[in-house]
């Protein structure tokens, strides 16, 4: 460098200050023309910063494992009888496994040759033969689990996901965990509760046939015919508002499921002004609608949300369309949410709450407030340490100190980082790093100096010897934090990534705009001597 290109680097450093006041300024004030604030959005505060909601979550990932095998089961029961393999009882026992017992011995190579062609993850794990028959147990392979289990995760990372972002949480935190486990973070959040039934509710929308043809009495009594099930829905009275469990048999077979939801909203009834949840189907779910309607005219169908009947009503006739309801006692809060989860889709397994904790607003605040004393005393002991020590070159220190802050925050907005309390021990660290590199510069060309070099001599050879140690020590540390970055998680994050904006903030006002004012002085104003 020299001075004759001075200019062109004065409009660069003017040009990325502008830049970084342009990103910065929505954070500082409101007052800003439109077109500024759409193109630009002021720094998001952490969790730890602006309060909120910490969830660790597990996803019960056995669960999707025992309902992979149950749909498996039916699929295998049909396939059995269209292939006319003879065959007693074929029942899915507790836990993954589903036992099937044939009709004799003779069978065993017709159900070996299905299972190769139809259903190869499932594994013959034993056989009992009794009285000429065989009972066979069967289990998924361990591919196939580790398959399940994989998917599981990652289709309820993805849905909760979804769910957060209509809830309209900014810069939520969803990040998996481990190997069944989901961690999320949720600043700002002001119904903790409301949320947590929102990301943790299954949603597993079904619909079945209630059994109309067997005692409900019988059945509560303990004889659950073959084939059907007891749920219950729930009803509240208007005038005691006094809320009452109903039973229903239902019949086991789900007939169709929400896999085929297009859409979900909240409607108001005319009749009853009440709201409701209006569903549309997708054109394949539409066409199994209308003929489930079509097949089972003046027969009851149970709407069942996580096992739980909503509404059964009389299919009155063929239904087309692939458009139903969902009515309920609910209030506009609840049937909105549920909307949110229907749009959302079902977890593919339910998740249980391992962790929970909620930072408030005040405390939020505090460490806001304790957070920029740290950087404001810091900053201040730096400034007066580096215009004692080095004199007026401490001042020159002291501008580029005070612009690379505005750098690294005019970064963080443009990047739409989240400003957390380990980022602001970030910012506070890259404080000391970048005046360090200045004290590097400084000794250097006190050591020209005292050697009888000039000026322009002095600031060559200083910036030139030291430049080696100032970029082996700051790539280092950022390749370190980029390292932290990638594998940190929540607080290891943050301190991440205001120290790495930081140290390249950093190398650039000491290394490059520091220069401009040296060469400024020394090759323009031509001085006889450096304060240094």
Not at 160 to 183: A, M, S, W
Not at 347 to 372: C, F, M, W
Request: proline share 4%; glycine share 8%; with cysteine.
């Amino acid at each position: 460098m020299s001075g004759k290109n001075i200019k062109a680097r004065v409009i660069v450093t003017l040009v990325i200050v502008a830049a970084a006041l342009f990103f910065l300024m929505p954070s500082i004030t409101q007052n800003l023309p439109s077109v500024w604030k759409e193109n630009t959005d002021r720094i998001h505060l952490g969790l730890d910063l602006q309060g909120g909601m910490h969830l660790v979550l597990e996803v019960e990932t056995r669960k999707a494992i025992e309902s992979s095998m149950e749909r498996i089961s039916n699929d295998l029961k049909e396939v059995l009888m269209e292939e006319r393999v003879r065959f007693k009882h074929l029942d899915r026992e507790e836990g993954i496994f589903t036992t099937l017992e044939l009709a004799d011995r003779g069978q065993r190579a017709a159900l070996e040759k299905v299972l190769k062609n139809t259903f190869p993850n499932l594994a013959i794990k034993s056989s009992q033969i009794t009285d000429g028959r065989e009972k066979i147990w069967l289990e998924l392979k361990d591919e196939q689990v580790q398959s399940i289990e994989k998917f599981a995760v990652e289709q309820s990372l993805e849905t909760i996901r979804n769910r957060v972002d209509e809830f309209g949480v900014t810069e939520p935190e969803i990040i998996p965990q481990g190997k069944d486990r989901i961690l999320i973070q949720l600043p700002g959040i002001k119904d903790p509760q409301r949320a947590i039934n929102l990301i943790g509710k299954t949603a597993l929308l079904e619909f079945k046939l209630l059994d109309e043809e067997h005692s409900l009495d019988e059945a509560i009594g303990g004889k659950v015919p073959p084939g059907s099930i007891i749920a219950y829905g729930y009803k509240v009275d208007s005038a005691t508002g006094r809320r009452s469990r109903i039973p229903y048999l239902l019949q086991r077979k789900t007939l169709l499921t929400g896999e085929s939801l297009e859409d979900a909203k909240v409607a108001i009834s005319d009749r009853f002004g009440e709201p409701y949840v209006s569903i549309k189907f997708d054109s394949q779910g539409a066409r199994d609608f209308e003929r489930i309607t079509a097949q089972n005219v003046k027969k009851r169908l149970a709407i069942v949300l996580d096992g739980v009947v909503h509404s059964a009503p009389v299919i009155q006739e063929r239904i087309p369309g692939g458009n139903a309801q969902i009515t309920g006692s609910f209030t506009m809060e609840e049937a909105r949410d549920l909307a949110i989860v229907l749009r959302a889709g079902a977890l593919p397994a339910p998740v249980k709450i391992l962790e929970q904790r909620t930072v408030g607003p005040s405390l939020g605040q505090d460490s806001i407030d304790k957070g920029i004393l740290s950087i404001i005393v810091g900053s201040i002991l730096v400034i007066l340490f580096m215009a004692l020590y080095y004199n007026l070159s401490g001042i020159v220190a002291d501008l580029v100190l005070v612009l690379n802050i505005v750098l690294i925050m005019g970064a963080l907005a443009a990047f739409r980082a989240t400003l957390t309390l380990p980022g602001i021990a970030g910012i506070v660290l890259t404080i000391g790093m970048a005046v360090d590199a200045n004290v590097l510069i400084f000794e250097r060309i006190r050591e020209e100096m005292r050697l009888g070099k000039s000026p322009r001599a002095s600031v060559e050879g200083g910036y030139s010897k030291a430049l080696s140690t100032i970029v082996d020590a700051n790539v280092t540390t950022l390749i370190a934090a980029l390292v932290l970055f990638q594998f940190g998680t929540g607080p290891v994050k943050g301190f991440a990534v205001t120290l790495s904006i930081g140290i390249v903030c950093s190398m650039f006002t000491a290394i490059f705009v520091a220069r401009i004012i040296y060469d400024y002085f020394v090759w323009q104003r031509n001085i006889r001597r450096i304060s240094i």
